[in-house]
């Protein structure tokens, strides 16, 4: 099993700033691949927030607009998303996501990613 590991999540003020990390254990190729971030909040269903595809391109979550931006650095095998104007709103347990083989994705329609990370909390305080 492939492993995708997040890292970064914290507690941070309304308007505050966080950048959330997944690194992507050396077999899997991640600039190769789709991949995305999903998030949970307790007592909601899985969402996806920002996914980009093996050519660079991005989508994003129409809330997340213009504030979240997702990257991935090819050399660190490691996907990114950068959070800005945060919102409690915002706060959830944010999950990495990446397809098997697939080097495009179907917008951020969770069934096309086969490995998944464990998980890190962001929350938000007003």
């Known amino acids: 099993q492939v492993r995708l590991a997040e890292s970064g999540g914290g507690s941070v003020q309304t308007g505050g700033s966080l950048t959330i990390s997944c690194a992507a254990a050396p077999e899997y190729t991640a600039s190769g691949r789709c991949m995305a971030w999903y998030r949970q909040a307790p007592g909601k269903e899985r969402e996806g927030v920002a996914s980009?595809?093996?050519?660079?391109?991005?989508v994003y979550r129409e809330t997340v607009k213009g504030r979240f931006t997702i990257s991935r650095d090819n050399a660190k095998n490691t996907l990114y998303l950068q959070m800005r104007s945060l919102s409690p709103n915002d706060s959830a347990i944010y999950y990495c996501?990446?397809?098997?083989?697939?080097?495009?994705?179907?917008?951020?329609?969770?069934?096309?990613?086969?490995?998944w990370g464990q998980g890190t909390q962001v929350t938000v305080s007003s």
């Open positions: 996501a990446g397809t098997r083989y697939r080097r495009d994705c179907v917008s951020l329609e969770s069934a096309q990613y086969y490995y």
């Open positions: 980009i595809n093996a050519y660079g391109t991005k």
